[in-house]
Structure formats: C-alpha cells, structure tokens
C-alpha cells in the first residue's frame, strides 16, 4: 500500500507563489506515474498536473501551463508542484495521486490514479 501526504499549502495573494509536497510511504513510487489534482468547492476533481516515473515526462492542464512545475525526487520518494504566479481561480483543494499500476504510462484521468492523499488547501485572494 501507498500513503501520500500532502504539505505546503496556505493562503496566499494574488501574484504569489506556493510549493506543494507529496511525501509517499509504504513503498517506492519511483515505478510509477504521480499526479496533482484540486477541487473547488461544488466542483469536480480536476488534473493539473502529472508525470513519468522517470521525471523526464510531463503534463499540465492549460490553466496552469507555464506557472505550474511538477517534479520528483525518487530517492526522498516525493513529488513536487511549484506554483507561480497564483490566481484566485487557483484555489481548491489539492491532491497528491499515485498510479495505480506500475509502468511508463502517465495519465490525466482520476480513474488511473489509486492511491490519494488527505490534501492540502490552497487560497488565493485577488
């Protein structure tokens, strides 16, 4: 089993910046794709970004492409999402999510994803 925790979130201004962790327990992810995803209140889990077991391969959702880096470190078994240039509409909840399937797959859909942590509040004010 995979336990993710997700830490670094607050609240911030408008133009601000905030770097997520995802800290991952129980096993290595380091065989599998990991994700970011948020939630707005009355709204649906939304991706934002993934990537490759490796690290060398990304994806972002176009509302955050160019502000939004994720990254990972396999040998602290942690990922990242440094965000830049924050915007109101960037506030949800965010959450850390692993593959459920080892492999060199990286998906943008909730359903490919087994594992999620507790997440973690992002507020922006404008």
């Known amino acids: 089993q995979v336990q993710l925790v997700e830490s670094g979130g607050g609240l911030v201004q408008a133009g601000d910046f905030l770097r997520l962790s995802c800290a991952a327990s129980g096993r290595t992810v380091s065989d599998r794709a990991m994700g970011w995803f948020r939630q707005a209140p009355g709204q649906e889990r939304e991706f934002v970004a993934a990537i490759s077991r490796s690290g060398r391969n990304t994806q972002y959702a176009d509302s955050v492409k160019g502000r939004f880096t994720i990254s990972r470190d396999n040998a602290q078994n942690t990922v990242y999402l440094q965000m830049n240039s924050l915007k109101f509409e960037d506030t949800a909840v965010y959450y850390c999510?692993?593959?459920?399937?080892?492999?060199?797959?990286?998906?943008?859909?909730?359903?490919?994803?087994?594992?999620w942590g507790q997440g973690t509040q992002v507020t922006v004010s404008s």
């Open positions: 999510a692993a593959d459920r399937t080892t492999g060199f797959r990286i998906s943008i859909d909730t359903s490919a994803y087994g594992y």
